[in-house]
């Protein structure tokens, strides 16, 4: 990985976003895949246990708070750019929830991350990840993050268009 890459992610920080996914859903989300999101993504930098079943679990350097222009700061709601980049690079599972952990991507990294195997910094993002599913689990969910108002702002699945694919996808077949 490039110098410039490496320090495009030295500032990363991980978010929260909780929903429920169709098992058809969260299927499309394996290991190495790269996908854009074609509209602000929302999550928090809040943790907390689950909300939702599922979580998409994202580590970035390039999410914006915007505490100070929401109605609701207590949400902790930060959002993506139009247009971002997100690498699936874990998963996990329990018997009642699954985090899907996505790497997001700068535009002008993106041909050093279309390789089927993790990096050793994908990898070290993925274990922290896993950590932090493990605490999700033994911890109870943020009260600001269980209102009607603040899930119904997740409820689209990151990516993906209303027939159930990406927007647009790179992925390998391993």
Same mark, same amino acid.
């Given at each position: 990985?490039?110098?410039? +890459?490496? @320090? *495009?992610? +030295?500032?990363?920080? @991980?978010?929260?976003?909780?929903?429920?996914?169709?098992?058809?859903?969260?299927?499309?989300?394996?290991?190495?895949? !790269?996908?854009?999101?074609?509209?602000?993504?929302? @999550?928090?930098?809040?943790?907390?246990?689950? *909300? +939702? +079943?599922?979580?998409?679990?994202?580590?970035? *350097?390039?999410?914006?708070?915007?505490?100070? !222009? #929401?109605?609701?700061?207590?949400?902790?709601?930060? $959002?993506?750019?139009?247009?971002?980049?997100?690498?699936?690079?874990?998963?996990?599972?329990?018997?009642?929830? #699954?985090?899907?952990? /996505? /790497?997001?991507?700068?535009?002008?990294? !993106?041909?050093? =991350?279309?390789?089927?195997? /993790? #990096?050793?910094?994908?990898?070290? =993002?993925?274990?922290?990840?896993?950590?932090?599913?493990?605490? *999700? /689990?033994?911890? %109870?969910?943020? %009260?600001?993050?269980?209102?009607?108002?603040? !899930?119904?702002?997740?409820? =689209?699945? $990151?990516? $993906?268009?209303?027939?159930?694919?990406?927007?647009?996808?790179?992925?390998? #077949?391993?």
């Amino acid at each position: 990985m490039s110098p410039e +890459a490496q @320090a *495009a992610f +030295a500032e990363c920080g @991980a978010f929260y976003r909780d929903t429920v996914l169709p098992t058809t859903i969260l299927s499309l989300y394996k290991t190495g895949t !790269l996908f854009r999101e074609l509209t602000f993504c929302d @999550a928090t930098y809040k943790f907390g246990g689950f *909300a +939702a +079943a599922d979580r998409y679990l994202i580590i970035s *350097a390039n999410a914006h708070c915007i505490d100070e !222009l #929401s109605e609701h700061p207590e949400w902790g709601l930060c $959002v993506w750019q139009t247009g971002s980049i997100f690498k699936v690079i874990g998963h996990h599972q329990s018997d009642r929830h #699954s985090q899907i952990t /996505l /790497l997001e991507v700068p535009e002008e990294f !993106l041909d050093e =991350f279309l390789t089927p195997d /993790l #990096s050793e910094m994908e990898q070290y =993002f993925s274990r922290g990840a896993e950590e932090q599913f493990q605490a *999700a /689990l033994q911890t %109870e969910a943020l %009260e600001e993050h269980q209102t009607r108002l603040w !899930l119904d702002r997740l409820i =689209f699945p $990151v990516g $993906v268009d209303d027939d159930g694919h990406f927007f647009e996808c790179w992925h390998h #077949s391993n």
